[in-house]
């Protein structure tokens, strides 16, 4: 991410009210997005062929998530120190572009936050990736697979009341509409079993990795819940 067109927009701002923005744009046109990128560009992994996560993996992106929460608050903090100093500088007219520069560039920081953390670490940004973007697919596997565990319980609900239903029923066709019912429902349960038989190989590897992603839980939460402190997403 680049901060020429707000830039631009600091321009416009400085045109309008006659301020010099030389200074403004100093301070916060250097980010680490393109410091970072240009160093870990040669970073290279092939990751492993069955897709298993290793427990040393986890150690390291926990460890590379604690280092991006103290890059971030000492970020944030540096950031609103610069932007209380230029805003004493200049004159109401120009704080909103003072704030939308500041804004830019811990943006841009925090897109690089992870691997800036990570290659301080000495870790390779690529593996890293990789460990990330598998436990995020992981996560959503343990999503997916509390969604069917709560679908089969109601399926086994559904079909208990309309065999009750059933075998309740003294009117012949109402019970042939109630054992159609129960055909069907008992035929989509059984192709669904199969289809998640058949997927069974190829989740072999998902299934190691959510028991590692199960171990580590606790430690996972504590550091993403530091994190979220400091995101964009969070901060008011």
Request: aromatic share 4%; charged share 30%; hydrophobic share 40%.
């Amino acid at each position: 991410m680049r901060t020429i067109p707000l830039l631009t927009i600091l321009a416009l701002f400085a045109t309008g009210c006659g301020e010099d923005v030389e200074s403004i744009q100093q301070v916060f046109t250097e980010t680490e997005f393109d410091q970072v990128m240009n160093e870990v560009a040669d970073d290279n992994y092939t990751p492993p062929a069955d897709g298993r996560l290793t427990e040393a993996q986890i150690e390291m992106y926990i460890a590379v998530k604690k280092r991006e929460t103290e890059l971030l608050e000492a970020g944030a903090s540096q950031a609103n120190a610069r932007v209380e100093q230029l805003e004493q500088a200049e004159d109401d007219s120009m704080r909103g572009a003072v704030r939308a520069l500041a804004a830019s560039k811990a943006l841009a920081d925090y897109v690089s936050s992870d691997l800036r953390a990570a290659h301080e670490l000495g870790v390779n940004t690529a593996e890293y990736e990789w460990v990330r973007d598998t436990l995020l697919e992981t996560a959503a596997q343990s999503m997916l697979d509390d969604i069917h565990t709560t679908l089969k319980q109601q399926q086994a609900q559904a079909l208990h009341e309309l065999t009750s239903a059933r075998d309740a029923a003294t009117d012949p066709a109402l019970r042939d509409h109630y054992a159609s019912a129960i055909a069907e429902l008992e035929a989509e349960i059984q192709s669904e079993e199969r289809q998640r038989q058949h997927e069974a190989a190829d989740l072999a590897a998902m299934r190691h990795n959510q028991g590692l992603l199960e171990r580590h839980a606790e430690q996972l939460n504590v550091v993403e819940a530091e994190l979220k402190k400091w995101t964009m997403l969070d901060q008011q």
